[in-house]
Structure formats: C-alpha cells, structure tokens
C-alpha cells in the first residue's frame, strides 16, 4: 500500500516522473505486485542533474511547492553540476524519527554520548547523524570536521567529555587515531563503545572493520546509502554486525543487474535502486546508485526479517579499473594491504602505461617497526604476492615511511588512472 501511494503520489505532482513513465508505458495502475516495480525505469543522477538545470533549482521532481521546503542541502559537484536536495518539514521529521529507528538497532541509547565528526554543510551524512541522535533522545556533540586544527580538537573535547559513540567517515577515523597516538595516548582510551560509520566504503571491508574495533576497542557499524536517499541509513547494520539490514518499509530496495537493472536473486551481486515509501518532497522512485554490494535473506540473531548486504557497500562499478583484462576494485587493494603486517595506514594508486602495456602502481606506507632494509624487501614481496593473487594482475609495489602520503578527513580518493595521457602522447588513439 505504501508503494502504490507513493508512486500515484509522485505522478500527481511531478511532471518528471509521469513524463518519463508515459515515455516506459507504465502508470501508477501498472504496480499490482512488487515485482511490477521492475517494469518501472530507473533513474540516475544526470538525470537528476538535467532536470535541475532545466528547471532550477529544485528540478521537476519536487512535489511540494518551494515555500513548502523547509531545509536546503546538496551536493558538493565535484564530479558534476551540483544536485540541490529540497526538504520539506515533514519529511525532516520522518528523517529523524527513522534514524533514531536504525540508530536504536544500531546500538545507540539515550544514556549515550554521541560525538560527530563529519562536515556540517551540504553533506547530509553529519545532519542525518545529528538529527537521527536527538530523536532517540542521545546527547549529541555536532563536532564537525575540516578546520585547521580541528582533529587535535577533537582529541582534546573527547578526552573531556568521555563520548560513548562516534560518528564519521572510516578515513577519519584512522587519521583521528594517528592523531591520538602522536599525543601519546592510545585510542582505546577515549571510550568510544560505537563507531558508526558511512560516506565511503571501509566499515564493510573486513581488514578495515578489524582494524578500527582492534584500535577503538569498540563496534564498527557500516551504514549509508545516498544522499538522495534520505533517510540515507535505511543501509544499517545493527549491533550483531552481520551485515547491513535493508529498512524495507521506510526505502523500498531492490539488487539488480547494473545493465538490466532487473532485480537479482538472493545471493548474487548487483547494484542497489531505491524507491522511497515515505518521502513528499523530492520523492526518488527506482534510483539507481552504482555501488557494488551482495544481498542475502538469511536470519539475523537480531531477529528482523529485512534483506541484508553482508559486505556492505563494498565499491562502485564505475570506480573499477581494468588493468590488463582484470577487473580491480580499489577496495579489494585496500583489504589486501590492510591484513598485512607492516602496512602502515595509507596507499595510492595509480594505473599507468608502460609500451602500450597496462601497469599498476601501489605506492604504499610501511609501519616504523618494518623500517630496516631487510624487513621492508620481505615486506614488498609479500604485498606484491598477495595483490598478484587477489587481483590477478602483478602490481609495482613502492614502499615509503608512514605518515608520507596525506590524509583526508571526508571520503578518501585513492585512484589515479593515467592511461587517458598515454593515449594523448599517441596523438588520441585507444588501446
């Protein structure tokens, strides 16, 4: 019943979507089954982007009046024109009232302290936090993130104000424990029982996971989805960490092929598309996001009965390089490098091309306790030997001091594909 309103809601008031569904040939009266949502097209964000610019700055698809819009976010557009999100105050308040949901699943209660150490600007992933934190009735610490100093900072207010729970981007909080260490106090001292993380892969990645509950000395808990999506936890694990649940009653959520976007089966790997059931503003109905994720309907000891992504959101499909005929997802380097000894924190990489030849270069810290000649050629070898083997392409594997290569306190962009100059040099030819 919520997907049929929601649907009929969204052709009423939005002349995007009952522009594109006539152009499909489907119409609220096509949705009889939930399996008639995949004769529905799926939408992405140029699209997203082409409407706003068409008719700015909400798009067609806003289906509230614009003095109805309460709160303004959006994209930063560093991979594009800028995508404004317009929210009405309704759906502001069903945002909180989910999250606390998730949150509370998540292993947040009232009695916690709730430190958040992520932008407060466009991006959503901080306000949904916050918002999420205050409806479950947490005492919430909006730190923020970005400012010069400002990781020093936390260290500082964490040590005073004993916060139970973080949230953050998983690159952040490793920079944050490097900078609690140079301080000389171990991370597990600032007490955090729960880590919630989203904004980027690693909470998923196993290496990633182990490696923040070993140095917090608390629970990693992965979750996001888009922020188009808000309520974007709707992707949460809860405190069983087994994966992330799918709140199918607040975003309806289908796995499919990234090419037919028909839905897959139970077990299979595809790309999530989301269809909102309680949203009024700006209503997503069959977004599809690009990420790379794995979906199962096992038991949860948990108890609820919600699909789930067992490896979280573990990549995207754009992001996957194609180095001699092998398909390498970056965040299949970073768990390989992160369950080795020695590795010390950070790594770039770039794809080049050497004689019409595809390389892959990893440029890679090694722990100060690895520092001797002797110890960082056996630790080369091992790096170079277990990429080989997960990736099936035989990496240039530099080594350089920890602390070398930069840290980020957002989501960390670690790919460099080089090959576009190669083909430059060659007067614009393809290989």
Request: aromatic share 10%; charged share 25%.
């Amino acid at each position: 019943a919520k997907l049929r309103a929601q649907v009929r809601y969204a052709w009423e008031r939005s002349s995007f979507y009952r522009r594109k569904w006539e152009a499909a040939g489907v119409s609220p009266d096509t949705l009889r089954t939930l399996g008639d949502l995949a004769r529905f097209p799926v939408v992405d964000k140029a699209e997203l982007r082409q409407a706003q610019a068409a008719k700015p700055p909400y798009g067609d698809y806003l289906c509230i009046a614009p003095d109805e819009v309460a709160r303004i976010h959006g994209t930063s557009g560093t991979t594009g024109r800028p995508t404004v999100f317009g929210i009405g105050r309704e759906d502001w308040e069903r945002i909180g009232a989910a999250h606390a949901r998730i949150l509370w699943a998540a292993g947040l209660r009232p009695a916690d302290v709730l430190l958040i150490c992520s932008f407060f600007s466009l991006y959503m992933g901080s306000w949904g936090a916050l918002k999420g934190g205050e409806w479950l009735g947490a005492t919430v610490f909006p730190f923020g993130a970005g400012a010069a100093g400002q990781t020093l900072s936390a260290v500082q207010w964490a040590r005073d104000l004993r916060p139970t729970a973080f949230y953050g981007t998983p690159s952040y909080a490793l920079h944050l424990a490097e900078t609690v260490r140079r301080e000389g106090i171990d991370p597990r001292s600032l007490g955090f029982r729960l880590l919630l993380f989203s904004g980027e892969p690693g909470a998923g990645i196993p290496a990633t996971k182990a490696l923040i509950e070993a140095t917090f000395g608390g629970a990693c808990i992965d979750m996001g989805s888009m922020a188009e999506m808000t309520p974007w936890m709707t992707n949460g694990e809860c405190r069983h960490r087994t994966g992330m649940h799918l709140w199918q009653d607040i975003v309806y959520t289908q796995v499919c092929d990234p090419v037919t976007f028909e839905p897959v089966p139970f077990g299979a790997e595809g790309t999530p598309v989301y269809t909102h059931l309680e949203r009024t503003s700006q209503p997503m109905i069959r977004l599809v996001s690009g990420d790379r994720t794995r979906w199962v309907d096992d038991p949860c000891p948990c108890g609820r009965t919600y699909p789930r992504l067992p490896a979280g959101l573990y990549g995207r499909f754009d992001d996957m390089i194609i180095v001699r005929g092998e398909n390498v997802y970056p965040s299949a380097i970073e768990d390989t490098l992160r369950a080795i000894e020695g590795f010390g924190g950070e790594f770039r990489v770039v794809v080049s091309r050497r004689e019409a030849m595809d390389e892959l270069f990893i440029r890679a810290e090694y722990a100060k306790s690895h520092a001797d000649p002797a110890r960082l050629e056996r630790l080369t070898d091992t790096m170079r030997s277990r990429l080989r083997t997960r990736l099936g392409v035989r990496p240039v594997v530099e080594l350089v001091p920890e602390g070398t290569l930069p840290r980020t306190e957002f989501k960390a962009r670690r790919v460099i594909d080089d090959r576009d100059l190669y083909r430059q040099e060659l007067g614009g030819t393809s290989a």
